[in-house]
């Protein structure tokens, strides 16, 4: 059983940055593809950005390019969402998905993803 357990987040204010972890466990996560959504109040879970297994795909939803980066290290067992430049409309809880044998991408339709770790809020004042 994969399991995904999601950390970094927090209140800040607008400008400021955040790092988002996010710790798989029970597979051997170097073979998945990730990615983190995020889901604001009243709204449907969105693409944040996405990685290959091999890091060698990367992709971002437009609103967070030249802001956020993607990342992960297989070796640490833990893909990493670094956050510059927050802004209010960053505002909600971000989750960290997993797709077991991915292939050479990733994907931003969340029901391709098999495994989601239970979130973690990032709140962004102005």
């Known amino acids: 059983q994969v399991q995904l357990v999601e950390s970094g987040g927090g209140l800040v204010q607008a400008g400021a940055s955040l790092r988002l972890s996010c710790a798989p466990s029970g597979a051997t996560f170097s073979t998945y593809a990730m990615a983190w959504f995020r889901q604001a109040p009243g709204k449907e879970r969105e693409f944040v950005a996405g990685i290959s297994w091999s890091g060698g795909s990367i992709g971002y939803t437009d609103s967070v390019k030249g802001r956020f980066t993607i990342s992960r290290d297989n070796a640490k067992n833990t893909v990493y969402l670094q956050m510059t430049s927050l802004k209010p409309e960053d505002t909600a809880v971000y989750y960290c998905?997993?797709?077991?044998?991915?292939?050479?991408?990733?994907?931003?339709?969340?029901?391709?993803?098999?495994?989601w770790g239970q979130g973690t809020q990032v709140t962004v004042s102005s």
């Open positions: 998905g997993a797709r077991g044998y991915g292939g050479s991408t990733y994907y931003t339709d969340s029901n391709r993803y098999d495994y």
